[in-house]
């Protein structure tokens, strides 16, 4: 079994800075991309940010320059400092890894359980 715990939402105003935090725990032999999606209610989920084992980043249009991502290997996490937050950054961050777990063969991807992160004065 393999579980992602995430960290870190709340409350910010506009302009303000949040850090998301996920962590990874379980069975693992070896953790590959990790990264961030979000989620409006009733709309589709957006990837907004990943990050390879090696550290290669990649962001959405609309979070570049704002949204940084970042990993601990070590410690099995992801991070993702936002900052100049907009009220259009309101959703809930999903985290996700791509995994294999101790004793198996084939990767598979991972969710947390969600945080809500609401922007507004």
């Known amino acids: 079994q393999v579980q992602l715990v995430e960290s870190g939402g709340g409350l910010a105003q506009p302009g303000g800075s949040l850090r998301l935090s996920c962590a990874a725990s379980g069975s693992i032999h070896r953790i590959f991309t990790m990264g961030w999606y979000r989620q409006i209610p009733g709309k589709q989920r957006d990837l907004v940010a990943m990050i390879t084992s090696s550290g290669s980043t990649g962001y959405a249009d609309s979070v570049k320059g704002r949204f940084t991502i970042s990993r601990d290997n070590a410690k099995n996490t992801v991070y993702l400092q936002m900052d100049s937050l907009k009220p259009e950054d309101t959703a809930v961050y999903y985290c996700?890894?791509?995994?294999?777990?101790?004793?198996?063969?084939?990767?598979?991807?991972?969710r947390g359980q969600g945080t809500l992160v609401t922007v507004s004065s």
């Open positions: 996700y890894a791509n995994v294999i777990p101790q004793g198996k063969v084939n990767t598979l991807e991972v």
